[in-house]
T-cell receptor, first 114, second 111 residues
């Protein structure tokens, strides 16, 4: 257990439905990251927060995706009008405010879109 | 842009065999380099890291040396165990903390 938690761990939904995932980082960590991992691939960066500010978004993050970190603590990732191509593991990670620090990952939320 | 390339897998070894998983990278500047491990059913865990050229990261018998001249960070272990069976990811980090991962290498160790 790294101290980063994610909820739910698994989500099955039908195409076109909206889903929301939650990440609770380690409490003193300012930075929070979302990644997406598809089968047989390494995680790919989606977006990053420093405290409550979203500072970087990948081109992978289409208009159907939105992420928030309203009080600089937990974060949510919402996918609207899900598509089968959204099926993946969504990973959250947190770290202190330095690129030399270690990034700690949560267990991930596995999404399956039918 | 930044990229990480790992050797093709999967890798299958007998217990006590020597392990090498190759990793090369392309990046501007001199990023910190990492190996992460993902055990079955678990999340990503940091295995080791190196922050500058010629640094050697080590943990749990695994080692990797940051080679600037060959842009490599190969993972090695002298004697693998069944419990080392997992997926191993090489990664580099940018200045704002974004990790760029390789595609992962599946390691299976047989008794």
């Amino acid at each position: 257990d790294t101290g980063v938690s994610q909820d739910p761990r698994h989500k099955i939904t039908k195409r076109g439905q909206n889903v929301t995932f939650r990440c609770d980082p380690i409490s003193e960590h300012n930075r929070l990251y979302w990644y997406r991992q598809t089968l047989g691939q390494g995680p790919e960066f989606l977006t990053y927060f420093q405290n409550e500010a979203q500072l970087e978004k990948s081109r992978l993050l289409s208009d159907r995706f939105s992420a928030e970190r309203p009080k600089g603590s937990f974060s949510t990732l919402e996918i609207q009008r899900t598509e089968q191509g959204d099926s993946a593991m969504y990973l959250c990670a947190s770290m202190r405010d330095s690129a030399q620090e270690t990034q700690y990952f949560g267990p991930g939320t596995r999404l399956l879109v039918l | 842009g930044n990229s990480v390339t790992q050797m093709e897998g999967p890798v299958t070894l007998s217990e006590e065999a020597f392990l090498t998983i190759n990793c090369t990278y392309t990046a501007t500047g001199y990023p910190s380099l990492f190996w992460y491990v993902q055990y079955p059913g678990e999340g990503l865990q940091l295995l080791l890291k190196a922050t500058k050229a010629d640094d050697k990261g080590s943990n749990k018998g695994f080692e990797a040396t940051y080679r600037k001249e060959t842009t490599s960070f190969h993972l090695e272990k002298g004697s693998v165990q069944v419990s080392d069976s997992a997926v191993y990811f090489c990664a580099l980090i940018t200045s704002y903390g974004k990790l760029t991962f390789g595609q992962g290498t599946i390691l299976t160790v047989h008794p």
